[in-house]
């Protein structure tokens, strides 16, 4: 059928053919790469690049946008440009961060503060140093691209942290430039980093950066040089900006370019729409949608499986995992279940007296130590989910929960953090009760009652992507404490 484009999408084009930098908030479900695909094919003599979140974003893209726009991931220009060089490290066998650390010189233990850190610990931070300075926009490393430790909190102690770390740091960065080999494994975004280094060129007439509210500074980076000489487009949802954690930054809102919105979404109807604005006004996103009319979409508790259940932690989706295989369902989980294997196996051994080179429990000896930190020291609370799901079920337990997970082909439902679900969509999803309520504080309303705290805008904005993932039906339960809470993203008639 033609594309019939709609009024966002016309005034895109208009935008788009004036050759100026344009960034397009686009909701979730609102058509972006078909928008995306529209442009390119109504000016047929001019050639673009278009950059993937990933691989399969860009392998979809490809089919869908004219030969005059070559659709790559950022990783992909940089393996040709660069990369190949290292395909013989990329390729060898996988060694334990802490023996990388060994090789290094990091053989010692040291005590930073009142904090005791084994040489496994240092090592994982030394290349956790590594991976934060690939992930940036600077052209050295720096004291700031060492991690924060658990218990490592006061500044001087940090500074003497750094101080420690980043030498080998610097070691393990002259180890990676040799493409023969060397001691430390070889990653994609090694090589992503010293391309762009090099400050890379990309031709075109046009270039279209695709999430770029969820970009690495060392991408931005390298889309910013290119302004004065293509035209820069770039498409995202500020709403779904849900990877701040490990460095992400959303680039279009200060981008200085012409803003525009596509704010009808074509994936569900007006009644997710309502569900989908509740979150957006409480993220004080830039945006509200509109469902389709004539997409049946149902909101509420509902009868029967969903054929998704999206999870706020990898905790709850171990949760989840264990209760629908206990039921007999055929249950996939997004993106394998290699963390969750690791998470019990690391538990196993710290129960039977080993210690653990898992990074999130490195500090710990005794399963006993894990239990007393999660329990009684605040900076330890978000291991208590994870502590008491080991000590109800067992570690072999959830390791042979994992072993019956089935491809998501063959499955009756499928299991997803909401940071994994971004991007996807099925017909029914239900959400995960781990998605919690804000803590209390210590006012008290007019009958008497805890005032909680306000939501915090990255829950929200995570709560959105869930919310939106669905198409026919919704079960928001695990959502539901919302209508309660004082600011519950009613502002805007909802």
């Avoid at 594309?3 to 479900?29: C, K, N, V």
Wanted: aromatic content about 6%; proline content about 7%.
């Amino acid at each position: 059928m033609p594309f019939s484009p709609t009024d966002e999408q016309a005034a895109a084009l208009e935008a788009f053919r004036s050759g100026g930098h344009l960034a397009i908030q686009a909701g979730a479900g609102s058509g972006k790469t078909s928008t995306l695909a529209f442009l390119a094919e109504q000016m047929p003599l001019r050639r673009g690049r278009y950059l993937a979140f990933n691989r399969a974003i860009a392998l979809d893209a490809a089919a869908r946008f004219p030969p005059t726009v070559q659709c790559k991931t950022a990783h992909s220009l940089a393996y040709a440009a660069l990369g190949h060089l290292y395909r013989g490290r990329l390729n060898s066998p996988r060694r334990p961060g802490w023996r990388i650390g060994q090789d290094l010189g990091l053989n010692t233990p040291a005590k930073i503060g009142r904090v005791g850190l084994m040489p496994a610990s240092l090592s994982n931070a030394a290349l956790r140093t590594v991976t934060r300075f690939c992930q940036s926009a600077d052209a050295e490393l720096a004291p700031h691209h060492v991690p924060h430790l658990r218990g490592v909190d006061e500044p001087d102690d940090y500074a003497e942290l750094a101080d420690l770390i980043l030498p080998y740091a610097v070691k393990a960065w002259a180890d990676l430039q040799d493409p023969y080999g060397g001691m430390v494994r070889f990653e994609h975004d090694h090589y992503l980093k010293m391309w762009a280094l090099t400050a890379p060129v990309l031709p075109g007439d046009f270039l279209l950066l695709d999430e770029a509210q969820d970009t690495n500074p060392v991408l931005e980076q390298i889309v910013l040089a290119q302004q004065e000489r293509t035209q820069i487009v770039m498409v995202g949802d500020s709403a779904q900006a849900i990877y701040g954690w490990r460095g992400a930054r959303d680039v279009m809102a200060g981008f200085a370019g012409h803003h525009l919105t596509l704010t009808r979404s074509f994936r569900f109807g007006p009644a997710l729409a309502v569900e989908a604005n509740r979150w957006l006004t409480l993220a004080g996103a830039p945006i509200r949608l509109s469902g389709t009319p004539d997409i049946p979409t149902t909101v509420g508790s509902r009868a029967g499986r969903p054929d998704a259940v999206l999870c706020r932690t990898n905790i709850g989706a171990m949760t989840e995992v264990l209760s629908l295989i206990a039921s007999g369902a055929a249950t996939a989980l997004v993106g394998g279940g290699d963390s969750l294997r690791a998470l019990a196996s690391a538990a196993r051994d710290l129960i039977q007296g080993r210690c653990t080179h898992h990074p999130e429990l490195l500090l710990f000896t005794t399963w006993t130590a894990l239990r007393d930190y999660a329990e009684h020291d605040p900076a330890g609370s978000d291991l208590q989910p994870f502590a008491n799901l080991i000590d109800e079920h067992g570690p072999d337990a959830i390791l042979q929960a994992v072993d019956r997970l089935v491809p998501e082909a063959t499955a009756e439902i499928t299991v997803s953090t909401a940071h994994k679900a971004k991007g996807r969509e099925w017909a029914r999803v239900r959400i995960a009760p781990d998605f919690t309520p804000p803590a209390d504080t210590d006012e008290l309303d007019a009958e008497g009652h805890p005032i909680p705290k306000p939501v915090d805008e990255a829950e929200a904005r995570l709560a959105y992507v869930a919310v939106t993932r669905a198409r026919h039906h919704l079960d928001p339960i695990g959502l539901a404490w919302i209508h309660q809470h004082p600011g519950n993203g009613a502002a805007d008639g909802i």
